[in-house]
């Protein structure tokens, strides 16, 4: 049986196409392998969202020609594959195919090519793939990805993301609803429904509430997660739906990338600060106890002092509870690129500004952490901590709780007393379910 090695960089879109991938490659006869070293293809899955993200890969590529086995396979795939098609062919020698996101369904036949010696890059997109009859290869066992929506139709001015994945297009609610089936068949609780601007799901006859309603109401499923919604998709009826089904999380990951207004319509966000900040109040009424993560962007250009600030004190109005924070990173071709040489932001400012950024988010967090401690929750125990022998564990509202437990305890529920904090992660103390007590009157 032939090999096959893939290596994931970028956004949980990735993660779960690489999982794709894995299982369509099983399906012809590979079997998938941890390490490069001696596999027969090796796929690098690459993201093209900051100019660092390519470097890595960059690097990494270097590296792995060094390591591949003779007449192995190299291939790059994902968002830096799509952007650069066949420039990556020519660049590097070594790589002999280059698959954009809506043509993995080709991998098998442009594998089999690369053995005759062919080069080949396929970069077409495709708006009627979904890739519904590959079934996923999943990397975890507690939590799936599942992809609901393909692309995006914002064209945010520093944002590559809608030339390497094309437009947006849904998947039919109906095969959301199957693979969460299968999902949960397999003794999996959790699901992440994945999009761009996840909430503007539309299938042609449901929106992204009657997707939350649908998932949520499958026998087995007890968490519901979704990334990223774009604060314009919410309507009242996905966050009544997202308030209305026990399943769904509370925790919404909204990015703000700006507080300022003058800013946010250079970057063609299309809210305003004040829209912003009514979409968080909106979804906090409707939803008790939420937990907010954003993105924020520092350094885009024309970026002044006075829209720093507000930046700043937007994230003190909003008070997340954690954010990333990122350098605004040029990429070509995108409008920003386009604005004015002088308005480019110089790198000691942006170092400065995202310094402060970073202080005054961990600040925050921080404090409404420290104001959690005795709390009680649930949690859902994910992977084994990455030093001491704890394991990492999820609340509802996403924080991460490290827990003792055992390998058995991957998958399980546990209840627990918050009893320590980092400032940004917590440890917890297993206590017993307390049964639902009267409301004191
Ligand atoms: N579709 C998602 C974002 C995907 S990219 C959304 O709109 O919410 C994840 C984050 O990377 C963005 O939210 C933004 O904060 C950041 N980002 C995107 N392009 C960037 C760029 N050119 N430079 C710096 N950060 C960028
Ligand atoms: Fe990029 Fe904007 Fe689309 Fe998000 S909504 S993927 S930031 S263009
Ligand atoms: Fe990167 Fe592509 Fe995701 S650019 S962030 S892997 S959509």
Excluded at 16 to 45: C, F, I, Q, T
Excluded at 80 to 102: C, K
């Amino acid at each position: 049986m032939p090999s096959v090695y893939i290596e994931t960089y970028g956004c949980q879109m990735n993660v779960s196409d690489s999982e794709l991938m894995y299982g369509k490659l099983r399906a012809e006869g590979y079997e998938s392998v941890d390490v490069p070293h001696g596999a027969d293809v090796v796929l690098v899955n690459t993201c093209a969202i900051r100019e660092n993200a390519e470097q890595r890969v960059i690097g990494r590529l270097g590296e792995l020609r060094r390591d591949l086995k003779p007449g192995a396979i190299l291939g790059v795939t994902g968002c830096m594959a799509q952007r650069l098609g066949a420039r990556l062919l020519e660049t590097d020698t070594r790589v002999q195919i280059v698959v954009g996101p809506d043509a993995y369904r080709m991998l098998p036949a442009l594998i089999d090519g690369a053995r005759q010696g062919e080069r080949f890059s396929a970069t077409d997109f495709d708006l009627e793939e979904h890739y519904e009859d590959f079934t996923a290869r999943r990397f975890e066992g507690v939590k799936a990805w599942i992809p609901v929506q393909r692309g995006c139709d914002y064209r945010c001015t520093y944002c590559i993301v809608p030339t390497t994945r094309g437009p947006e297009r849904s998947r039919r609610l109906a095969d959301v609803v199957r693979e969460t089936r299968d999902v949960a068949e397999q003794g999996i609780t959790e699901v992440v429904l994945l999009g761009q601007t996840v909430n503007s799901y539309h299938d042609g006859t449901h929106d992204f509430a009657d997707l939350l309603r649908a998932v949520g109401a499958v026998e087995g499923i007890r968490r519901v997660r979704y990334t990223s919604p774009h604060p314009n998709d919410f309507s009242d009826r996905v966050i009544a739906a997202m308030a209305e089904t026990p399943a769904v999380c509370e925790h919404v990951h909204l990015p703000m990338q700006s507080g300022s207004t003058a800013m946010l319509k250079r970057m063609l966000r299309r809210y305003s600060r004040e829209d912003y900040l009514a979409c968080v109040e909106r979804l906090r009424a409707a939803i008790p106890g939420l937990g907010l993560t954003t993105d924020i962007i520092v350094g885009f250009p024309g970026e002044t002092d006075g829209e720093f600030e507000e930046t700043l004190s937007l994230c003190r109005a909003v008070r997340f509870d954690d954010a990333f924070t990122f350098k605004f990173s040029a990429r070509e071709g995108t409008p920003a690129t386009r604005m004015p040489p002088e308005w480019t932001v110089p790198d000691a400012v942006v170092d400065a500004r995202y310094d402060a950024l970073v202080a005054t988010v961990r600040g925050i967090s921080r404090e409404r952490n420290m104001a959690r401690l005795g709390q009680r929750l649930e949690v859902l125990v994910e992977k084994e901590a990455r030093k001491g022998d704890l394991y990492q564990a999820r609340s509802r509202d996403f924080k991460t709780v490290l827990v003792p437990g055992t390998a058995d305890s991957i998958g399980r529920y546990l209840h627990v007393e918050l009893s320590g904090t980092t400032g940004a992660t917590f440890t917890g103390t297993p206590v017993a379910e307390r049964h639902a007590l009267p409301m004191a009157g």
